[in-house]
């Protein structure tokens, strides 16, 4: 039997062969087991000699058991650590950065600009009640100029802001109508167009305001102009032409001297030399006293630009959809503008 056993175990090739010997000689039903109970059978004399054999027997198969399943655990192991083996010699796969948004980029370069003149960055909400809208920019109900800017209203009173000009009223309030302040306000506004490649129903604007006790047309012209001058380049020129806003007087538009088209067969500049780049204007007396700041002691210039028109004008874009589709092979070209 020990000799059979031993044979037997060194045969094995897996644990679960292993266990099956085990069985076969140790276990309940055992050859072994089976001499063992046989013992009762046997004389006194007898009895000592076998049972002495009996356990050598066991304790040399036990022991070859126990020896073989060593064995076999470590193969078991070293196949494993060989499956799982991991060569680091293999050359990586590069993982894909991603980038601001070419807008977000615009914004946040607008943004420095700003803040290198002293101006704060606020914010306001997208959800905006009809006074702080039109009412408090000295549109009231009725007013024509309302049809301006075809407006989603969710209910009367509440609607998606149709531009950024509402924070010009929040923040005057917030300041209590006796501190001078300069501030811009970047923000996502929504008006009912239809989509196509100059409009969107949902865009970007940056405001502007500066209320201090002796603000004049020329400091609005001056700022305008550096920032036009470091946004495109120190070549460029700014020009303002009278135009309407109820919430300010006089008004302007702004536009831009165009580099590359010399007055024709440029589309952004439509042949004229000049592209329109933002809204701005002296504060007007009304705003100015609805919010709370004497308009006899203080004055205030306010603009509002387009971050898109600029991103478009900057980078040759044609199509404003473009900062709204989210393809990636559009924005990734301006990941290190
Ligand atoms: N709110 C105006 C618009 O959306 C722009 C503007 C802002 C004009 C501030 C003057 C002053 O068209």
């Not at 073989?68 to 293999?90: R, Y």
């Not at 977000?104 to 600009?113: F, G, K, M, R, Y």
Request: glycine share 8%; aromatic share 8%.
């Amino acid at each position: 039997i020990k000799l059979e056993a031993v044979e037997k175990v060194n045969q094995v090739n897996d644990s679960k062969e292993l266990q099956e010997v085990k069985v076969a000689y140790l276990g309940k039903k055992g050859s072994l087991t089976g001499v063992l109970r046989g013992m009762g059978k046997l004389s006194k004399e007898e009895r000592p000699v076998i049972g002495e054999i009996a356990n050598q027997v066991r304790e040399t198969i036990t022991s070859a058991i126990e020896e073989k399943s060593k064995v076999l655990e470590e193969k078991a192991l070293e196949e494993k650590l060989q499956a799982e083996a991991i060569d680091v010699t293999l050359p990586g796969r590069p993982v894909k950065a991603g980038g601001p948004h070419l807008l977000t980029s615009i914004v946040e370069e607008i943004e420095d600009l700003f803040i290198g003149m002293g101006f704060e960055v606020r914010e306001g909400p997208e959800v905006e009640t009809d006074y702080f809208n039109f009412e408090a920019l000295n549109l009231p109900k009725d007013h024509p100029a309302r049809d301006m800017q075809d407006t989603f209203y969710i209910t009367n009173e509440l609607l998606m802001r149709t531009h950024t000009s509402p924070v010009q009223a929040r923040t005057m309030q917030s300041y209590g109508g006796s501190k001078p302040f300069k501030m811009i306000c970047p923000g996502k506004v929504y008006r009912r167009d239809t989509d196509d490649a100059t409009h969107s129903h949902q865009f970007t604007q940056i405001e502007g305001l500066y209320v201090d006790k002796d603000v004049k047309m020329s400091d609005l012209k001056g700022v305008l102009d550096v920032f036009a001058k470091k946004m495109f380049g120190q070549d460029r020129e700014i020009r303002l032409r009278p135009s309407f806003f109820p919430f300010t007087e006089p008004s302007v538009e702004m536009d831009i001297s165009c580099k590359s088209c010399d007055g024709q067969g440029c589309s952004v500049c439509k042949g004229t030399g000049w592209i329109e780049i933002l809204g701005a204007g002296m504060v007007h007396p009304n705003v100015l006293s609805m919010a709370g700041y004497d308009p006899n002691v203080y004055s205030g210039f306010a603009f509002g630009m387009g971050p898109e028109r600029i991103a478009m004008l900057k980078y040759g874009v044609n199509d404003i959809r473009q900062f709204y589709l989210n393809d990636v092979r559009f924005l990734k070209q301006f990941h290190n503008a």
